[in-house]
């Protein structure tokens, strides 16, 4: 109990528990948070955005964010900066490229100070434990913007834009040739919550995450989606309505990537490969591409390459994001995208 004539402090942003969303989750730190109805949401607040921007051009005015990237970054720093100033918010960045999160004073006394100054919490790092001890001790919203686990913004942002090309993904196939790694497991993730089928083609020895592959399969059973995991590329690519690679090597590995280059190169996309898909397949990446490697020029450059949509797209699904985290679920707009 306080002392007579003490006031004691308590953060007005401080509390137990983060307050649940009715449809909603408290972080998006991996595509599970979200289960099938937080990426519908997601995808349908994100096609109502990118239609009618102006209508939210001050939904998130007062609100502030930063972003705290252990790893360098063009697409996904300057599309959530973009996207929280376009809704009205401010953002702060800060460099941790030279040292962890963590090193310098806990992650718990980092949150704690985190939680009294901003409203939401964006985190780039090597760790995916970085991003979990985030948000089990900060009580405003976190969101992970890569970790060596898994790219949740990224995976969102794809199947907006196959959501774009396609419609209704139920009966549509996403091949992944290459490095089982964080944007195959998001991919993963996102397309069992959507009830979509996905193969993905790696080495032996470079397959997903057995827990991830578990989980993406439990999440498929409610769905209807289906997950295949192979070895064999054209096998993947048969029929496929899109074709995505991502690089053999990603950051933290540099110390693989000569073995690497000698295990991956029949998992190239090429045109000989992108003639197995459909004729109307797509080819994605999330980029930086590693031109000549993993894909070729004839294919990162062809008409089936949707790689700036995907950029683009990174844009109006993490202001869906930031909305819905943000308190805006219960205030979306009554008209439609078509209205």
């Given at each position: 109990?306080?002392s007579?004539?003490?006031?004691?402090y308590?953060?007005?942003?401080a509390?137990?528990e983060?307050s649940?969303?009715?449809?909603?989750?408290?972080?998006v730190?991996?595509t599970?948070d979200l289960?099938?109805?937080?990426?519908e949401a997601?995808l349908?607040?994100?096609?109502?955005?990118?239609?009618?921007?102006a209508d939210?051009?001050?939904a998130?005015?007062g609100r502030q964010?930063v972003m705290f990237f252990?790893k360098p970054?063009?697409r996904?720093?300057?599309?959530?900066e973009?996207?929280?100033?376009?809704l009205g918010?401010s953002?702060?960045f800060?460099?941790?490229?030279q040292?962890?999160?963590?090193a310098r004073e806990?992650?718990?006394?980092?949150a704690h100070?985190l939680?009294r100054w901003v409203?939401?919490?964006?985190?780039?790092t090597?760790?995916?434990?970085?991003?979990?001890?985030m948000a089990?001790h900060?009580?405003?919203?976190?969101?992970?913007?890569?970790?060596d686990?898994e790219?949740?913004?990224?995976?969102?942002?794809?199947y907006?834009?196959?959501?774009?090309?396609?419609g209704?993904?139920?009966?549509r196939t996403?091949a992944?040739?290459?490095?089982?790694?964080?944007v195959?497991?998001?991919?993963l993730?996102?397309?069992?919550?959507?009830g979509?089928s996905?193969?993905v083609?790696t080495p032996a020895?470079?397959?997903?995450?057995?827990q991830i592959v578990?989980?993406a399969?439990?999440i498929?059973?409610?769905t209807?989606?289906e997950?295949s995991l192979?070895t064999?590329p054209?096998?993947?690519v048969a029929g496929?309505?899109a074709?995505y690679t991502?690089?053999?090597?990603s950051?933290?590995?540099e110390g693989?990537?000569?073995?690497?280059?000698?295990?991956?190169?029949p998992?190239?996309v090429?045109?000989e490969?992108m003639?197995?898909?459909?004729?109307?397949?797509?080819f994605m990446?999330?980029?930086p591409?590693?031109r000549g490697l993993?894909v070729t020029?004839e294919?990162?450059?062809?008409?089936?390459?949707?790689?700036?949509?995907?950029a683009?797209?990174?844009?109006?699904?993490q202001?869906?994001i930031l909305?819905?985290?943000?308190?805006g679920?219960?205030?979306?707009?009554?008209?439609?995208v078509?209205?």
């Amino acid at each position: 109990m306080s002392s007579p004539g003490v006031v004691s402090y308590k953060s007005s942003r401080a509390r137990s528990e983060k307050s649940p969303q009715v449809f909603w989750c408290s972080d998006v730190i991996s595509t599970r948070d979200l289960g099938p109805a937080g990426v519908e949401a997601v995808l349908r607040l994100a096609a109502i955005m990118k239609a009618r921007p102006a209508d939210f051009r001050k939904a998130l005015s007062g609100r502030q964010m930063v972003m705290f990237f252990e790893k360098p970054s063009l697409r996904t720093r300057l599309t959530f900066e973009a996207g929280m100033n376009s809704l009205g918010g401010s953002t702060m960045f800060v460099d941790q490229t030279q040292e962890r999160l963590g090193a310098r004073e806990t992650l718990s006394d980092v949150a704690h100070n985190l939680e009294r100054w901003v409203d939401l919490i964006v985190l780039r790092t090597f760790s995916q434990q970085t991003i979990d001890g985030m948000a089990h001790h900060a009580c405003v919203p976190v969101i992970n913007a890569l970790s060596d686990i898994e790219h949740p913004c990224q995976a969102l942002a794809d199947y907006f834009t196959l959501v774009e090309r396609f419609g209704d993904l139920k009966d549509r196939t996403l091949a992944y040739v290459g490095d089982g790694n964080n944007v195959a497991h998001s991919l993963l993730l996102t397309a069992a919550c959507l009830g979509s089928s996905i193969r993905v083609a790696t080495p032996a020895g470079y397959a997903p995450n057995p827990q991830i592959v578990a989980d993406a399969r439990a999440i498929a059973e409610q769905t209807g989606g289906e997950i295949s995991l192979l070895t064999d590329p054209r096998e993947a690519v048969a029929g496929a309505d899109a074709v995505y690679t991502d690089a053999w090597t990603s950051m933290g590995q540099e110390g693989e990537e000569n073995k690497r280059a000698t295990i991956f190169p029949p998992y190239q996309v090429n045109a000989e490969l992108m003639a197995e898909a459909a004729p109307d397949a797509a080819f994605m990446h999330c980029l930086p591409a590693h031109r000549g490697l993993e894909v070729t020029d004839e294919v990162m450059d062809s008409a089936q390459s949707v790689i700036f949509e995907q950029a683009e797209n990174r844009l109006h699904v993490q202001k869906a994001i930031l909305y819905l985290l943000l308190g805006g679920g219960d205030r979306l707009p009554a008209r439609s995208v078509h209205a």
